[in-house]
């Protein structure tokens, strides 16, 4: 088990892969993205003739999982874990610790919705072949999305008119902290 996890977490286009690399930065902490894996396992074997690259993509992004819960026990003792945790049994994250600090990105459906269209072209070929959603889609999923919430500190990011990695890094770092200093299972909610 990790002595600290911090999980990043938010629907696709939230601002992870933005913050994500200067959380780990500010912070001195390895970091294991869910999309660095999808996007090697596609250019090391991406889709045969005849395979449908949108089913590919879901099938490699599966395994991305499966191989950040296999990679993360060996990074630690603290580490961040990057992925739209969402819809995931909570099981695998609880294995790596009983109580991961969050931080939850959101913003609103229509900086969601911009950031979809503007980032399209620019995207790995994995993530190329989903396709974009509407607006109405967007505000669909957003008003479900909710954080894992699994018992450690939750810190709630809106990244619509951006974000400061320092300040979310300061958070982070005062949890830690506290968490250093509580005696062994014991643990403030």
């Known amino acids: 088990m990790l002595g600290a996890l911090v999980l990043l977490n938010g629907v696709p286009g939230s601002g992870k892969s933005f913050l994500g690399p200067a959380l780990a930065r500010h912070l001195g902490l390895p970091r294991l993205g869910k999309d660095d894996i999808k996007e090697a396992l596609w250019d090391a074997i991406p889709p045969g003739e005849g395979v449908d690259p949108l089913g590919w993509s ?19 003792p603290r580490l961040i874990l990057e992925a739209p945790f969402g819809e995931l049994s909570a099981a695998p994250i609880l294995e790596l610790h009983t109580a991961p600090i969050e931080v939850y990105l959101t913003t609103s459906p229509e900086v969601l919705h911009r950031r979809y269209q503007d980032r399209h072209a620019g995207l790995h070929p994995c993530h190329r072949f989903h396709p974009l959603p509407g607006l109405d889609e967007v505000a669909g999923f957003m008003a479900t999305a909710r954080p894992m919430d699994l018992g450690g500190p939750l810190l709630r990011v809106d990244t619509t008119q951006g974000v400061d990695a320092a300040v979310v890094a300061d958070w982070v770092r005062s949890q830690l902290a506290m ?3 509580e005696p062994a299972g014991l643990r403030a909610r």
Request: hydrophobic letters at 55%.
């Open 58 to 76: 879901r099938r490699l992004g599966a395994v991305a999982f499966d191989v950040l819960w296999r990679l993360a026990p060996g990074l630690g």
């Open 179 to 181: 968490a250093d200093s």
